[in-house]
């Protein structure tokens, strides 16, 4: 009967529109999940330097004076360059290809977890190490929200650490003062590195869902 | 015959010679620069103690019981006593000294304020003095990068301020700025140690319109525009906060909004007008600019009914709204007497719906 017809086609006319996304390629709804997973990158690195800035006073406090003194600015030691500096210049930044610049985060954060997780081993109160392994855990998950946006944009992920930067239950460093430096400095670059990274995954939202698109269109042969 | 130009000329041209070389000897008189309360003892040049001489402050003669010999003593003085001091040999009215005396303080320490509005280009620091010194001071600042000395140039205008720009994002070292101020008396100085997120502070948002929504009488459209001097709001975008209060109350309504330079109120109270402004801050870090200038509007208001009755008698021509509006004259409230163009939309569309369902069931 018509009436049948009729239905039939309503019904789906409303299925097509309610999945078009998939419909075309199914790439297509990777590319949109891409935008949706900056996202979500975007607001877990807003949510670890919630949780950095806690655990960054409870730490500093237990190293004691002049650690946790909001003046302290002590200089640039040589051996605090082993973990990976945020900063860069301006120019450099902007010019930053999307690879690079995820490339660029995937990198740091990988370390930084390496040297937090040889932290969290060494550490004295159960309370430290509750906080630490609680955020060991969700920088866990933030590279791995990193590794997930450069695979659904096709990009290779970095190499892990060619070694474990410090061997377990190895010295760490020469004497007491300059451990509690190196712990200091490491805190220091992993919240500046999380400040740097929500500006990093601005400039990737604003760029990459629709250039993305595109790019794949074409190698398709559309 | 006398003539009266040339001698004329001749005395305006000896008294301007006079005056140009009063000043010349006082531009060559040294300034002497004294704290407020301070003891001053002038010297007559080289006379000696006995001599016989006159003193004079800005051309007055001083009298004879300042004097201690032929030294002047000045007892705790105070700002007025600032200015042109010489002392002449009693009978030949030579000049033997004269001094500019300055009466001022020592500079206390500064107040100096920092801040990025302009982020990521750079930064800028202004100063002041919390009290005048009264006597010529100068600034000097220095910003200090972990190990690498920086360069604030300074603005022409205002003159106590300078800027930096950044040659490095994301520093984990923090930015030493001193400022040190100096005068005859003494010097002070005051230092700022900062993170280069800490000082963002952007500019109030620009151009805040508020307009009322036609047919909306609870609605105000407000929109905006970001900060002129916030150079890249792409990458770097800032969020806005907004309030809001009718002119009647004190007590502010907030929105917070993370995107986008427009907002609809829609809690409006009718016909009372609002007075609204805006305030911006980067999304991540830093702190809200302060509040931007502000607008006053007034949600929509329909016309008052009364008017248009008096307007259909003065009508010539008949509106098409004449024969719409009920006259509050007539029963408004007969249940059979729905007036109003919306009642006779309201069976048209029925109509159709019931069109539309027989169409597809029959």
């Known amino acids: 009967s018509p009436t049948g017809d009729s239905w039939g086609i309503f019904t789906f006319l409303c299925a097509a529109l309610c999945n078009l996304p998939a419909l075309p390629a199914l790439n297509c709804s990777e590319e949109l999940g891409a935008g949706q997973s900056i996202q979500q990158t975007y607001d877990l690195t807003r949510y670890l330097e919630h949780q950095l800035r806690t655990l960054a006073g409870t730490y500093l406090n237990y190293l004691g004076p002049p650690f946790n003194e909001p003046d302290f600015n002590p200089p640039r030691l040589a051996r605090a360059e082993r973990v990976p500096s945020a900063t860069v210049d301006l120019d450099l930044w902007r010019g930053l290809t999307d690879n690079a610049r995820l490339a660029a985060n995937y990198r740091a954060y990988s370390r930084l977890l390496c040297y937090l997780r040889v932290l969290d081993r060494q550490v004295g109160t159960a309370e430290l190490r509750h906080r630490l392994a609680h955020f060991c855990a969700s920088l866990q998950g933030l590279v791995l929200s990193i590794g997930g946006v450069m695979s659904s944009l096709g990009y290779p992920l970095p190499a892990g650490p060619a070694a474990p930067p410090v061997p377990p239950g190895a010295p760490t460093a020469p004497n007491d003062f300059l451990k509690k430096m190196d712990d200091f400095w490491l805190l220091k670059e992993l919240q500046t590195w999380l400040w740097r990274s929500a500006k990093d995954f601005n400039r990737l939202k604003k760029k990459v869902p629709p250039a993305v698109v595109t790019l794949r269109l074409e190698a398709r042969g559309f | ?362």
């Not at chain 2, 060559?28 to 006995?50: F, H, I, L, N």
């Not at chain 2, 920092?114 to 910003?143: A, D, E, Q």
């Not at chain 2, 916030?230 to 770097?236: T, V």
């Not at chain 2, 004190?250 to 330079?261: I, K, M, P, Y």
């Open chain 2, 1 to 362: 015959m006398a003539n009266p130009v040339p001698s004329a000329c001749c005395v305006v041209l000896a008294a301007v010679v006079m005056v140009y070389a009063q000043r010349q000897s006082q531009q060559d008189s040294p300034v002497q620069y004294e704290r407020v309360g301070a003891d001053v003892t002038m010297k007559c040049g080289s006379m000696d103690w006995d001599a016989a001489v006159t003193w004079t402050a800005n051309g007055t003669d001083i009298d004879e019981s300042h004097l201690n010999g032929s030294y002047l003593i000045l007892k705790n003085v105070d700002l007025s006593q600032s200015g042109q001091y010489a002392c002449y040999e009693g009978s030949s009215w030579h000049l033997k000294y004269q001094t500019s005396l300055r009466v001022g303080t020592p500079p206390k320490e500064p107040v100096l304020m920092c801040r990025s509005n302009n982020y990521p280009k750079g930064f800028y620091c202004s100063w002041h003095l919390p009290t005048p010194t009264y006597i010529p001071n100068t600034f000097n600042i220095s910003v200090i990068h972990g190990t690498k000395d920086m360069v604030c140039e300074k603005d022409a205008i205002p003159k106590n301020r300078c800027h930096i720009r950044y040659l490095q994002l994301f520093s984990t070292v923090k930015y030493k700025v001193t400022l040190t101020v100096t005068n005859a008396l003494g010097k002070n100085f005051t230092t700022l140690t900062f993170d280069e997120f800490a000082i963002v502070k952007p500019d109030p948002p620009e151009s805040v319109v508020a307009k009322p929504v036609p047919n909306n009488p609870r609605r105000l459209e407000v929109s905006w525009q970001n900060p002129s001097s916030w150079p890249d709001p792409d990458s770097f975008p800032l969020k806005f906060f907004l309030r809001y209060r009718p002119l009647i109350l004190d007590q502010w309504q907030h929105v917070e909004l993370s995107d986008g330079t427009s907002h609809t109120i829609t809690d409006a109270y009718a016909g009372k007008e609002y007075i609204i402004q805006v305030a911006a801050k980067d999304n991540d870090i830093g702190t809200w600019s302060d509040w931007s200038v502000a607008v006053h509007a007034t949600p929509w208001t329909e016309e008052p009914k009364h008017l248009t009755t008096e307007a259909q008698i003065t009508e010539t021509t008949s509106a098409s709204t004449s024969s719409f509006m009920a006259p509050p004259t007539t029963k408004i409230c007969d249940k059979g007497a729905v007036v109003g163009s919306g009642a006779v939309a309201v069976c048209w569309t029925a109509g159709l719906v019931v069109a539309a369902y027989s169409v597809l069931f029959i």
